[in-house]
C-alpha cells in the first residue's frame, strides 16, 4: 500500500513537471513564434534592405560593442577583487553592481541624466571642458553600459571565485607575482565564465530600451537603436518593426547557441590538463 502510495506520488510529480515545462515552452515560444511568422520570409527578408533599418542596426552594432568593450575593461578588475578580497564597504559595493537588474530602465534613464545632464552632478564639471553626454552616441554607449555591467561581473565574479585554490596556492609556492597568476592560472580557467558574461552583457546592450530613450533620445541616425526604431515603428509600420524585432531576435539567438556550442570547454579542458602536469 505504501509502495502504491510513493509510485502515485511519483507520477504525480513527473506529471506536474511535464505540464510545467510545456506551459513555459509555450509562454516562451508562442511570442516568437507569432513574431517570425508575421510576415512572409521573402517580404521580411526585403525589409532588412531598408534604410531606417540599416541605420538602426548599424548604430546598434556600435554602441553594444563600444559598450561591451567598456564593460570587460571595467568589470574585469572588478569581478577579480570581488572574487578575491575582503575589504570595507564591499557588500555595498555588490548591491550598487546588481542594483541595475532590477532597477526600472527608466529610472536608471533619469538617474544618468539627472547626473550627467547639463545641470547634474558630474554634467556641470563636464560641460565646463565642453562635453555634453545627453542626446548623444556616446550617452547611448553609457546607458548601455549602466545596464550591462551586473550581467557581467555576476558570471566573471563567480568563476573567479570557483577556481581550485591548489592551482593557486602551487603559484604562490613558486613565487608567482599575482599579475602571473591572474593572467596564466585565474583567467584560462575562467575563461568559458568570462565569454559568458561578455555574451550576456554584449546581448543587454543590443536590447537596451528604456535608459536610452529616456537618457540618450530617439534621434534617428545618432541615437535611435534597434529597439527604439522598433518602438516608432510600431506606430507607422507594423511590418517594418516585425523585420526589426526579427533580426534582434536573429542576433541574440545566434549569439547564445554560438555560445553554448563554441569551443570555449576544449579549452578549458586543455588548460586544466597542463595545469595538472606535475
Known sequence: MAAHRRGS???????ATVLAVVLLALLLGLPLLALIFRVPAGELIGRFGDPEVLQALRLSLITSA????VVLLLGLPTAYLLAARSFPGKRVLEAVLDLPMVLPPTVAGLALLLAFG??????????AFGIA???????????????AV???????????????????DAAA??????????????LPLSLPTVLT???????????????????????????????????????????RAVALSVL????????????RYAPVGLFWHKTNAQLQRP
Open 66 to 69: 563600444g559598450s561591451t568593450v
Open 150 to 168: 551586473p550581467f557581467f561581473v555576476a558570471p566573471v565574479r563567480a568563476g573567479f571565485a570557483a577556481v581550485d585554490r591548489r592551482y593557486l
Open 173 to 186: 609556492t613558486l613565487r608567482a607575482s599575482e599579475s602571473y597568476t591572474f593572467f596564466r592560472v585565474i
Open 118 to 127: 547639463r545641470a547634474g552632478l558630474a554634467g556641470s564639471a563636464l560641460r
Open 133 to 147: 553626454l545627453p542626446f548623444t552616441t556616446v550617452a547611448v554607449v553609457v546607458a548601455q553600459v549602466f545596464m
Open 197 to 239: 558574461g561578455t555574451a550576456m552583457a554584449w546581448a543587454r546592450s543590443l536590447g537596451e530600451f528604456g535608459a536610452t530613450i529616456t537618457f540618450a533620445g530617439n534621434l534617428p541616425g545618432r541615437t535611435q537603436t534597434m529597439p527604439l526604431a522598433v518602438y516608432v515603428q510600431m506606430e507607422s509600420d507594423i511590418d
Open 9 to 15: 506520488v511519483e507520477f504525480l510529480l513527473r506529471l
Open 248 to 259: 534582434l531576435l536573429v542576433m541574440s539567438a545566434t549569439l547564445l547557441v554560438g555560445l
